[in-house]
């Protein structure tokens, strides 16, 4: 299934489909994008998914929400039908948390978000005190985490394989 733009309505991405986001998909203020466990969410070059209303991605042990690079093979296999490829940090830029984010409905957990960052980071949070709960942040071409003027937290992540830094807070 593939996405872009804004998303204005109530909406759920399922599991039983690999979700491709060709271009610039916005969450606008009020709305609520749910990803379903074990769901696997593939962005093409330059795309990025910002956040205006709430995020609730909550996966599970057995089945964690993963978010990476249309070239990556190894998650839903060879879903953009290049052959054999692999993701490389900065394919996409990443999620965006903006300040108008509806922090009590907002949950990333047991997601995996790897070979973004081409803008900031994997994970960008502005004026938003928005909680990343065992998660993993890798491969990113900037920041694997970044909290701008931001009280997010981070707890029980792993954060590897940045070409900046881990985690970098600005206030």
């Known amino acids: 299934v593939q996405h872009s733009g804004t998303i204005s309505a109530q909406t759920t991405w399922s599991v039983d489909d690999v979700h491709q986001v060709t271009g610039d998909v916005t969450v606008n203020a009020g709305v609520i994008l749910t990803i379903e466990p074990g769901a696997v969410v593939k962005f093409n070059a330059n795309a990025g998914l910002t956040i205006n209303g709430a995020l609730y991605a ?23 039908g290049d052959g054999p490829s ?5 394919d996409w830029d990443g999620i ?13 957990e047991r997601a995996t978000v790897r070979y973004g960052g081409r803008a900031t980071a994997n994970v960008y949070v502005d004026t938003a005190a928005v909680a990343i709960v065992d998660c993993e942040l890798r491969d ?18 792993l954060i590897e394989d940045s070409v900046d830094q881990g985690i970098y807070v600005y206030y």
Do not use: C, H, K, W
Not at 86 to 90: E, N, S, T, V
């Open 140 to 157: 990113s071409f900037r920041t694997g985490a970044y909290f701008y003027n931001s009280a997010g937290t981070i707890e029980g992540t």
């Open 58 to 80: 909550v996966g599970t042990l057995v089945e964690p929400i993963v978010f990476t690079s249309y070239r990556d093979d190894e998650v839903a296999g060879d879903t953009n």
């Open 86 to 90: 692999q993701g490389l940090a900065g």
């Open 96 to 108: 965006n948390f903006l300040s108008t984010t509806t922090v009590s409905q907002t949950r990333l």
